[in-house]
Structures are given as C-alpha cells and as structure tokens.
C-alpha cells in the first residue's frame, strides 16, 4: 500500500491532492527510497503544511523508535523541571535513594567511581556525564541474544548493580560521550521522582497533553513487524532501560510531536510548553561546532538566502527498525522516517533523511522561531 496525503485530508492508495501533497512529494519519495525495510512512513512539514507517505504500513502503524526515545526523556525532564518536581542541576545522588535502593543504605555507595558525585540531570541529558555506552555487564548479557534482544535481560535491578561498577574517568560537562546507559538511568530517575514507572510517567506528562494516541512502551500492542538483513524479528524489549530506547509511534504521532516543537500549542499548558522549548536550548558546545541540548544535536546551516538556521536531529535503531527525526525552529520545517529495518553498515536510510531534512531548510527563508 502506498498513501500520500496532505495534512487534514485522508490518506488513502493514491496519492492526495492539495499544494503540500505535491510541494513535499518528491522529498518523502526520496526517503522512502532509501527505506531498509518493506514498510515505510515519512513525514514532512514545512511553513505550517504537512504531508505524510506510507508504504506497507498505515499513517497509525507503530514502528520501534529506538534511540529517538530519547528526545521524548528529554522532554519529560524538561517539564518535570518545570512542574519543580526536579532540577535540571540535580545531582544523580539526590534521586538515588527513592529510585535504586532496595535498604536504607547510604547513596554514595551507588554513585559511580571517580566524579559520579558531580554527575547531574543535565549531564545525563547532554550525554557528558562521563558513563560509558553500555552499563558494565551488559555486554556479556547481551551477546546470547546479540541479533534480536541484547537489553532482554538487563533489568532494573541490573542497573543498580551496575553504578558502583562504573568508573567515571573524565569530570562531569568536559565532553560529549553517547550514553544509552547515561539517558536511560536518567528515564529511571525521572519516573521514581513522578512516583511511577517511566511508561506512564511519559503518558501522563507528555504523550495524552501532546494528543499522540500511538506512541508508547507497550511491545504487546500491534506494530509492524521488524526486519534485520531482510529476516523478521521479534518486538524489542529494553526493560531496565526503557528511557533509551523502549517507545513505539506512528507517522501521524511523530507530525503531531514535531508540529508541537515547532510551535508549543497552548492547550498543552504552561509547563510542557516551557518545556518544549528548553529541549531546544544549546547546553553544550562539541569541538567542530555542533552543539547539545537536552539530548538533541543541534547544528547551524547556511541559509541559501545568506542567513543561518539551526537544525535538531536525533537517529535511532533496534534490531528491526530504522527511525529518524529532525526539524528546523528558524526554518519552520521538520521531517520524520520511519522503517521495519534494521540499521545496517552500508543502509543510507538516516543519512538520506538527513540530507533530505538538510536540503529542505537551507532553502527556506531566514526568519526568526516562533515562540
């Protein structure tokens, strides 16, 4: 099945009419291309229209968002600092106790070697918390189910063991170092300071306000069915992790959450607009000049007008899907990708939908976000 529709019109197996459907067709087609998988949905927005193309799938249909899991912690980070229920500046040690601990027993005795006492929510967020990747063990955990669920078996429970294992080598905000293990400890603390589990915790504070009625950490409920080197693959399952990498969304969800970034929505309220716009917020400066904001990479373009405009973006991948998701506060524009195929070596799925979110913005006028 393939469906190309404007924003507000249905889609259905031929492409729709209207000036989005065929403004931004060539650019959905482009991505979809480059798809790794048999079932694929592209979105893309650009100066408040919409278009959305799906192949094997519905603009409902649930892929695994992998790693874009993450802008969605960021995000309850976000608004649960705004609530004041956290700080962005809180140290890790703070939220220990509630969080890991099964006794009384004393917190820095969870907190990693070295400057684990100087790691805060932030550092989490912007991936300069000094943790490595993976937490400690998880690897030798991990192999027997290398190719379909290598986090299956990584629980909650491992997660405290592994904090004392872990040696902090560089101080806390001295570099930008990927961490699935930084950004899902920071989804366990931020759900044990809402006083739930990081499911609902997102649901409640994000996912219902926002309207995005697809999106969740549920691996029981339908989704496509993912792929890797063409083979099907079980739904992924990340339980001591879940902030890293555990939701599943739609096509239709991803434009609802990247129309929201782009302009915050009143009806969502005061602090999930706040926060909105703190995701966006540069916090840290990379060498080469990209620069991190609460888990989004952000990146200054030259403008084909001879102005500038800065680009987020984010990637993601489990053992069955592909997923992408970018946009432009200067530019008004946005763009998501979605595939039930693996990430491989040689697959230009991301970089083709970075190329495509790229060339989409640096040719939109200069002007300043909205706010």
Known sequence: MTALAAAGSGAGPEPGSGPAASALGGILETTATAAPGPAVAVVALRAGESATLCRGAAPDTRFELGSVTKTFTALLLADMAARGEVGLDDPIGAHLPRALLPHALLPDAFLPEGHGDRITLTHLATHTAGLPRLPPGLMLMALPRWYTNPYETFTPDHLLRALPRTRVRR??????????????????????????????????????????????????????????????????????????????????????????????????????????????????????????????????????DGGTHDLLFHSGGTRGFTSFAGFSPTARTALAALANGSPTLRGTFIRTAYRVLRGLTVETPSRRPAR
Not at 185 to 199: H, V
Not at 259 to 267: G, V
């Open 171 to 304: 101080p806390p905000g001295t570099r930008v170092r990927y961490s699935n293990f930084g950004v899902g400890l920071l989804g366990r603390l931020l759900a044990d300071a809402a006083g739930t589990d990081y499911g609902d915790a997102l649901a409640s504070r994000v996912l219902e306000p926002l309207g995005l009625e697809d999106t969740t950490c549920d691996p029981s409920l339908p989704q496509a069915t993912g792929h890797l080197r063409g083979r099907p693959r079980p739904p992924w399952l990340i339980p001591g992790l879940p902030g890293a990498g555990a939701l599943r969304s739609s096509a239709r969800d991803l434009r609802r959450y990247l129309e929201a970034l782009l302009s915050p929505p009143p009806a969502v309220g005061e602090t999930l607009r706040t926060a909105l716009y703190e995701v966006t917020r540069p916090r840290v400066t990379e060498p080469g000049g990209d620069r991190m904001c609460l888990v989004w990479k952000r990146r200054t373009l030259p403008a084909d």
